[in-house]
C-alpha cells in the first residue's frame, strides 16, 4: 500500500475553507485533489483482500478530509476493510492459530465509527434534495455480522480499563440490536441489551462521568439480577448531577424496593436528620421498622429522635428495645448510658438546693442518682468489653459512673487510660 500513502501526501498541498468563494484555480485545484482522494479510495477497495490492514491505514487521512468525507462511498469501503482485519484476526482464533487481539478489538471500536459515518452520509440529499441510499444492505449484513463482536470488544476494553471505549463499545451494540430489531432481521433483544446497558453504567461509574451513567441505565433495570446494582447506580448520579429532588425521590423508590440496600434508606435517613426534618425522619423510621422490624438500625432511629428533643423517656424505651433487636448494638448502648446520666444531672439540678440539714431528702436524692448510675454502669461496661478501642464511647462516662459509685480504684485506672491516651 505505499503507492496510496504516496498518491495521498501529494495532494494535500492547499486546504480550502467552507463558504469562501473559491477562483477559477482554486476550484481547479479542489477537482484535483477530490479526484486524488477518491484514487487512493479506489485502491484501497482495490487492495482490500490482499492488505487490508495498508488499505485501512491508507485511509485514514482521507476520513478525516472535508473534502471527501461526506461521501458514503469512502466510508464504505474504510468498513469493508476493517471488516476484512476482523473476518482474519477472527478466522485465525477459530483455527487456533495465533492473533491479535489489540488490532482485532481496536479494528471493532473503529468499524463501529465507519459504520454510524456510512448510514449517515448514505441519507444525505442529493443536489435536488433526494435520498437514494446505496450501502442498506451493505450496512444491514455489517451490523448482523459484528452485533457479538461490538459486545465481545466491550469487555475486552472493560477488561483493560479503557472505559470511554467499552462504553462506545456497549452502545455500539445496543444501537445495533435496535437497528437489527427495527428492520426485522432479530427479534428485540432483551437478555443482552440490559447486560450491555448495566456495563455502561459501570463505565461511567469508573469514569465518575454520571452523565454517562444515566444515558442508558434504565435498560439495565430489566435484568432482574442487575437492577439493584443499577438502580443505585442511577441513584448516586443523580445526586451527583446535583438534582436533589430526583435524588430523594429514588432514595425513597429504593427504600422500598431493595430494603437489603442500605443505602437508600440511611441516605434518607442522614438527608432528613441534617436539614432538621424530624416528622420526616419519624414517619420514615415507622415505615421501615413495619418493613423490617428486626433491624436494629430502624429501631434506634426511633430513639434518636425523641433523644435529640431532649425525650429521655422515650429514648430510653426504643434504645431498650433496639438493645432488644441486637443486644450489643454499640451506639444503643453508648446513648441509653448516655440518657441515663443526663436523667442523673438533671435531678441534680432540680434538687440542688435541698438543704444540708434535710438527711432524709439527701439520703432520697443520692438512692435515685445511684439508681441512674448503676442502669448506666453495666452498659459502659459491656461497651468496654465488645470494643475497648473505642473509647470516645464510654471512656468518659464510665469514669463519671464510677466516681459517683465512689468506685475510686476504677476511676483510678480509667483516669490512668485516659492519660495515656491523651500522650500518643
Known sequence: ????????????????????????????????????????????????????????????????????????????????????????????????????????????YDLGKDLAMCEECDVIPDAKGRVKPRYAEFLKMSYMQQYGQFYNAGAYYYGNEEYNKAY???????????????????????????????????????????????????????????????????????????????????????????????????????????????EKLNALADDLIANDPNNPLFVYLKAYIPHQQEDLDTAIEWYNKTLEVDPNYENALSNLARCYLQKAYLYSV????????????????????????????????RLRNNCPEKTELWLTNLINCYYNLNMDAKVKELEKLQESLMEE
Request: proline fraction near 2%; include cysteine.
Open 1 to 108: 500500500m505505499k503507492k496510496l500513502v504516496l498518491s495521498l501526501a501529494m495532494v494535500l498541498g492547499a486546504t480550502f475553507a467552507f463558504g469562501q468563494e473559491l477562483s477559477k484555480e482554486e476550484l481547479k485545484e479542489q477537482k484535483r485533489q477530490i479526484k486524488a482522494l477518491m484514487s487512493v479510495v479506489n485502491d484501497a477497495e482495490a487492495n482490500l483482500q490482499a492488505d487490508p490492514v495498508g488499505a485501512a491505514n491508507a485511509l485514514r487521512p482521507v476520513l478525516v478530509n472535508s473534502l471527501v468525507n461526506k461521501d458514503a462511498y469512502v466510508w464504505y469501503v474504510s468498513a469493508s476493510a476493517k471488516q476484512a482485519v476482523i473476518a482474519n484476526e477472527n478466522n485465525k482464533r477459530v483455527e487456533g492459530a495465533s492473533f491479535n487481539e489489540e488490532l482485532l478489538y481496536s479494528y471493532t
Open 168 to 278: 462506545d463499545l456497549f452502545k455500539m451494540f445496543i444501537d445495533t440490536a435496535d437497528k437489527l430489531y427495527q428492520l426485522d432481521v432479530m427479534p428485540k433483544d432483551t437478555t443482552n441489551v440490559p447486560v450491555a446497558a448495566y456495563n455502561m453504567a459501570l463505565c461511567g461509574m469508573q469514569l465518575e462521568d454520571y452523565a454517562k451513567v444515566l444515558t442508558h441505565v434504565d435498560m439495565a433495570l430489566a435484568n432482574q439480577q442487575m437492577a439493584p446494582s443499577a438502580f443505585r447506580y442511577k441513584t448516586v448520579a443523580t445526586i451527583e448531577l446535583g438534582d436533589t429532588a430526583a435524588w430523594l425521590e429514588l432514595c425513597k423508590e429504593g427504600t422500598a424496593l431493595y430494603a437489603d440496600d442500605a443505602y437508600f434508606s440511611q441516605s434518607l435517613i442522614q438527608y432528613y436528620d441534617s436539614h432538621g426534618e424530624k
Open 350 to 381: 432540680e434538687n440542688s438546693s435541698t438543704k444540708l440539714s434535710d438527711k432524709k431528702k439527701i439520703a432520697k436524692d443520692k438512692e435515685v442518682l445511684n439508681g441512674y448510675y448503676n442502669q448506666a454502669l453495666p452498659l459502659l461496661e
